[in-house]
């Protein structure tokens, strides 16, 4: 086999001609890695680097849903008014001033003529009319329709275009439709809008809006990323009547660099799905001169292992959600610096400083210590719900039916000690469901405190006593306490270490049986929604600047009440309050209204305020707001080099 | 060659025909819907029976005919799809098409695994070279410890030391994203290291053998030096059984590094189609199976076309 090559070489062939063979692989190979890069070249360094779990679904405002996603829409489009991050208070958007009818019903706003889209266009109100009704059409399937169902008609509109469309749909099933029966039902939903629903541009740069009832926090909402207007002559382009279903189809090229045309200080330029999205400054914002950094870019890591590495390896400035396995070693470690330098921080803090400030001006970490990382108080609450039904799913009486139990149960809980032993990301105890300090002029109510003693009075005064010495309380008829069935998803290590410990806590304080019961999300959801538990794991974060965000929860009818607590006396307090026109008023009535709930009724044992654990070098980076709603606007970020940082302490 | 040629491609076709069958047969078989969300988002209940009436979702032959029809350009040749080899749009992700998803993961996947493949080329063929020429020697005991290595540890535990010591501890390279050169190179070390393994046995066989046979001998008698008989007459021969090896391995580098993706951040095309196929997105499996299934093939057609320049007698 040998002899036919040597003898080649023998015969002139060249004697590096094997090596060349052996390289002739490596060379293409070294070609094809060019061509890939050539293909998708790097791009240059941003000046800020944001690190995120996931990937936007979308960034079509309407149709987003999720926080992350909503904090973009924030930062690439602007509504009429935005929060002011720092205090959460509302300040001008696009509308430079607003009015209001003294009922409360009709807002008036006034555009101001200097607000452009990406391209150059004028931001008129038509704009505005265009996505906030693109929003009430079913056929966009926005998650937050419901949010507009508080302008006049809004709520019949959607609901008329809904059964219009599945009319049509029966009709195609019988008889094929044709795009002219599209056409015709589009022109009367073009029209029903018009005459039906409170939305009216009165011209180019005056918005009038009417509510179906006052709304006090109507601003909050229009500040929120799905009230944002879109650039209808973009986003048209992208649309088409479906001749089959009625619908007005869109496909979502308009959503993607370089077709997206944006409103607010910042325009995508680059967005790669699942890898990075890159933002560079809106030239044509008319505040433009206000935002700091040039570009942003955000990177998508999944791994929370890996996220924390980059962070550690430098080049990312901020990191919005750091991994549970990371989380309390790390914060023990921050904890351990701010120890250290505690007379100065509170001295700062008194000063009026925020926590920012007072880390900037103290010398770096020690070994063992460090600054990076911080929990923030977040707007959401963790707690437990109980399943407060007459009767179990299989008939039984519901001992969590009495109130006397719930607030039994609820004082036996030690929250601190749960915060300090099984979460341990130094939460602050909740006792009622609005995180304090999140909403302005809103009181502090207080609920039920821990203590076993008054829990195990109240257990007594519902008729549970142990009657027979076994550890175990018993009913009059010395029945024993039915096992309480502790429902939580095993979604996060979390949910089973609370609920752990507070069947140990509940056991050894109120005598009675628990057995925790562990489903995965899908499954624990499903339980949930058909009342499947005796207690059950929850948390809820607000959606917008309004007590009544975590208080409707409560009512009989919410869809979002898996308590199943029906109390027609909480149902008319909410009403009253609601219908309070004054927002002082308001907000106190509605205070009364948490009051009755978390010092009474206890439907849910709030645990805990949720934080939301960020790395980023206070050093290096400006801008991180501390107030509750976390409203992190990147237009507000700075990255402040080391050089700079290390001559102006 | 012009034959062979001809033939293979003709060839192509049918085999990603009957990789899209089976792997269609085997993602409908798998329970679940792709359009029920648990996590959130669920469509209202009118959507969700427009979007399957769509998609074919309630018909699956139907399903397979039209995806096929457009997926392979037959329905664009027609003049029924306005784009040329579309793939569709990914069930989960609304606002994307398969072809989106692709075109911007596979050119890193790509990237990484040629990168792999150049390091594990490189790697393997010195450490067999050395270790062939002198079997049972210092050096070669050391190479094929080394390999034992390279084959058996998982890459996880591998990238995840190497980037603790190399990104975290000493700051040479970055984490996460794809910027230059430097952002591959820990990743593509890592996922270099079984093949580079494996082709370092090849190697070091290939030369053993070589180094005994007959025409090393006469080069000897010659008077050329061990290194010149070995890199001159035994490494060409030697050589021939990972070229063979190439082909599949390039196909595997590029698609099997889910694991080294997810260690490093990487932006591939593994973690999408891993977690097609856990939410069941069919479309966005059928697509990366397509494409992928068409590369495997053109790489192997690619190996043929070589080893018949390297080795002349196999024609």
Known sequence: MGSLSVGREFLG???????????????????????TTYLDPPLPRADLVIVERSDCFTLDPQRMSYQHEIRRGETIYEGLVALNPKDCSIKPGVAQRWSTSSDGLVWTFNLRRDAKWSNGDLVTTKDFVYAWRRALLPDTAADYSGFFFEIEGAEAFFHWRAK????????????????????????????????????????????????????????????????????????????????????????????????????????????????????????????????????????????????????????????????????????AQRRLFE????????????????????????????????????????????????NCRPTTPNGAPNPFHQVGVRRAFAMAADKQALIDRVTRLGERVATTLVPPGSIQGYPLVEGLPFDATRARAELANAGWVDRDNDGFVDDRDGKRFPT?????????????????????????????????????????????????????????????????????????????????????????????????????????????????????????????????????????????????????????????????????? | MTRMLLFRLLQLPLIVLAVYTVTFTLAWMV???????????????????????????????????????????????????????????????????????????????????????????????????????????????????LSIVGISLPSFVIGSALLVLFAVKFRLFPIGGVSGVESLFLPALTLSLPFAAYISRLVRFGMIEQMRSDHARTARAKGLSQRQVALHHALKNAFLPVLSYLGPATAVAMTGSFVVEKVFAVPGIGQHFVEAVLAKDITLVMGVVLVYSTLLVLFNLAVDVMYRWVDPRIA
């Open chain 1, 339 to 386: 120890t250290r330098h505690a007379e100065t921080i509170h001295a700062d803090q008194a000063r009026g400083m925020e926590l920012d400030e007072c880390i900037r001006t103290l010398p770096s970490p020690m070994f063992g210590e460090r600054r990076d990382i911080r929990a923030l108080n977040a707007y959401g609450t963790d707690f437990f719900s109980f």
């Open chain 2, 31 to 145: 329970p679940g819907n792709p359009l029920e969300n648990p996590e959130g988002r669920r469509p209202p209940p009118e959507i969700v029976a427009a979007m399957q009436a769509q998609y074919h979702l309630d018909d699956p032959l139907a399903f397979y005919g039209e995806y096929l029809a457009k997926a392979s350009g037959v329905a664009w040749v027609m003049g029924t799809s306005p784009h040329p080899f579309d793939l569709g749009p990914s069930l989960r992700q609304p606002d994307w098409s398969v072809n989106e998803i692709i075109e911007t993961g596979a050119p890193v996947s790509m990237r990484l695994g040629i990168s792999a493949m150049m390091i594990a080329l490189t790697v393997g063929i010195f450490a067999g070279v050395v270790g062939g020429m002198r079997p049972g020697g210092l050096a070669d005991v050391a190479t094929q410890l």
């Open chain 1, 484 to 649: 309480v069935d502790l429902l939580y998803s095993t979604a996060s290590p979390r949910y089973q270490n609370l609920a752990l410990a507070l069947r140990d806590m509940w056991r050894r304080e109120l005598g009675v049986p628990v057995e925790v019961r562990g489903k995965d999300a899908k499954l624990y959801k499903e339980d949930v929604k058909k009342g499947n538990f005796s207690i059950a794991r929850g948390g809820w974060y607000g959606d917008y600047g309004d007590p009544s965000t975590f208080l409707e929860l409560q009512r009989s009818t919410d869809g979002n009440n898996d308590r199943g607590y029906k109390n027609p006396a909480f149902d008319a307090m909410l009403d009253d309050a609601q219908r309070e026109t004054d927002p002082d008023r308001r907000l106190e009535r509605l205070a009364e209204c948490e009051r009755f709930l978390f010092a009474q009724e206890v439907p849910l044992l709030p645990i805990c305020s949720y934080v939301t654990v960020y790395m980023y070098d206070p050093s290096r980076l400006h801008g991180i707001r501390e107030h509750p709603r976390l409203e992190q606007h990147f237009d507000e970020f700075e990255r402040i080099d080391a050089a700079e940082a290390e001559a102006s302490p």
């Open chain 1, 13 to 35: 062939g060249g004697s590096y001609a094997s090596v060349v063979k052996v390289l002739a692989p490596f060379l293409l190979l070294l070609i094809a890695l060019i061509a």
């Open chain 1, 164 to 331: 219009a469309l599945a009319e049509f749909n029966a009709r195609n099933s019988v008889a094929p439709t044709t795009a002219e029966d599209a056409r015709a039902l589009w022109e009367t939903t073009e029209s029903r809008f018009r005459d039906f629903v409170g939305i009216r541009a009165l011209d180019e740069f005056t918005l009038e809006v009417r509510l179906r009832r006052p709304l006090p926090y109507f601003l909050d909402l229009c500040a929120f990323a799905p009230f944002s207007p879109v650039h209808r002559a973009s986003v048209e382009q992208w649309t088409h009547l479906d001749a089959r279903t009625g619908r007005m189809e869109q496909s979502h090229g308009w959503t993607k660099p370089p077709h997206l045309i944006s409103n607010g200080p910042y325009v995508p330029t680059v967005w790669r799905y699942k890898r990075d999205m890159r933002l560079e400054k809106n030239a044509y914002y008319w505040d433009a001169a206000r935002v700091p950094s040039q570009s942003v870019e955000v990177r998508v890591i999944e791994n929370p292992n890996t996220q924390v590495l980059a962070f550690g390896a430098g080049g990312v400035d901020w990191l919005p959600d750091v991994g549970p396995e990371y989380k309390t070693e790390m914060l």
